[in-house]
């Protein structure tokens, strides 16, 4: 059973657009939730992260938007651009992120 | 720097035979982890270790064999492959030291297909 868990599996979003990629754990213990952005054929990389005593945190055009009392996590990729087409992952550990729980994944299409 | 490197990249296997996927890092990172990515159900942890001669279980570790004899190299055995474990395999490394710990940096992968 996954820890966490992310919806949607898939979004097409216009060049310039806002994607937004949802994410809701039930585990209280974990305080870190990254972001991993994948593209075809690569190993994940890490875009960006949060820790619960932030209710936001952007760079650059990414923001992620953390409601500990819901449990939940988004992020938000402002102007979006054809380079953002890839799958995103969100995850959570406890501590360290070296034992990360995976969402299932999210595959981002921009059209130009 | 190499960063982490894994080999072979794709490898075909017949059910019951034995492998081992190989990962290296040359950054000095304390921790490692393998994960294998499987469609719809993200990246699942395999085993990790926090140091040299320091390894636990993951997520999903049976089947998987793993060891950490030195810091670079953290091979992954699998003692009798079977079609489940048909999946793509990630290694990945990080740093000890609070702060820059929750880096994870992945290696490129290695497919496998097991028949």
């Known amino acids: 059973q996954q820890q966490v868990k992310q919806s949607p599996q898939s979004l097409i979003v216009q060049k310039g657009g806002i994607s937004i990629i949802n994410c809701a754990y039930e585990?209280?213990?974990?305080?870190?939730f990254p972001w991993y952005q994948q593209f075809p054929g690569k190993g994940p990389a890490l875009l960006i992260a949060?820790?619960?005593?932030?209710s936001e945190k952007k760079e650059g055009r990414f923001t992620i938007s953390f409601n500990k009392s819901a449990k939940q996590f988004s992020l938000h990729i402002m102007d979006s651009q054809p380079g953002d087409s890839a799958t995103y992952f969100c995850a959570a550990s406890i501590g360290a992120g070296y034992k990360l729980s995976f969402g299932a994944g999210t595959t981002v299409t921009v059209r130009a | 720097n190499a960063g982490v490197t894994q080999t072979p990249k794709f490898q075909v296997l017949k059910t019951g035979q034995s492998m081992t996927l190989q990962c290296a890092q040359d950054m000095n990172h304390e921790y490692m982890s393998w994960y294998r990515q499987d469609p719809g159900m993200g990246l699942r942890l395999i085993h990790y270790s926090v140091g040299a001669g320091i390894t636990d279980q993951g997520e999903v570790p049976n089947g998987y064999n793993v060891s950490r004899s030195t810091t670079e190299d953290f091979p992954l055995r699998l003692l009798s492959a079977a079609p489940s474990q048909t999946s793509v395999y990630f290694c990945a490394s990080s740093y000890s030291i609070p702060g820059l710990g929750e880096t994870q940096y992945f290696g490129p992968g290695t497919r496998l297909l097991v028949l």
């Open positions: 585990n209280t213990a974990f305080d870190y």
């Open positions: 949060i820790r619960p005593d932030v």
